[in-house]
């Protein structure tokens, strides 16, 4: 076996065993409200920035608006969020979150942060700050490089 199988060996364990227990490690807190990550996202998006249309987060996060509507869709049906009409212009729709959005993306929050701060107390502050700074960078390198040179190819 090749050294570079061997390495690729490993990426391929970390993905399997590290990258899907982070996303299940900060994701589970949303799932006790019956919602995804993506959806608290969206949620705490909408808590952050008044008056936010579904059009602005469809822009930020790079994606159709028809992706975002589906994940409004629960956070209306729980309701988390609700829309309210533009007094200059009332066809357009902001999104603004309930007293009750509110209250779950404050307890999600909360305990997200404190399996973040325990994590942290676990790892240590400077080698969580170096792994989250090597993980940006081959994000920005690699996966965000790839998505970027994809883009000007279909320039």
Do not use: C
Not at 27 to 35: D, G, K, T
Not at 99 to 126: C, L, M, P
Request: hydrophobic content about 35%.
């Amino acid at each position: 076996m090749t050294h570079e199988d061997q390495l690729l060996d490993k990426a391929i364990n970390i993905y399997l065993t590290g990258l899907k227990g982070i996303e299940s490690f900060i994701s589970e807190p949303a799932s006790e409200y019956n919602l995804s990550f993506e959806q608290f996202l969206i949620l705490r998006k909408i808590i952050n920035h008044p008056n936010i249309k579904l059009m602005d987060i469809a822009e930020q996060r790079q994606v159709t608006r028809s992706a975002v509507s589906r994940q409004l869709k629960v956070l209306f049906q729980q309701k988390y969020v609700e829309q309210k009409a533009d007094p200059a212009d009332r066809r357009r729709m902001f999104l603004v979150a309930t007293k009750k959005g509110k209250d779950v993306e404050s307890e999600i929050w909360q305990r997200i942060n404190h399996r973040f701060a325990n994590w942290v107390q676990i790892y240590g502050e400077d080698r969580a700050d170096q792994f989250l700074t090597l993980f940006e960078d081959f994000n920005q390198q690699i996966i965000q490089g790839k998505i970027r040179k994809k883009e000007q190819e279909n320039d």
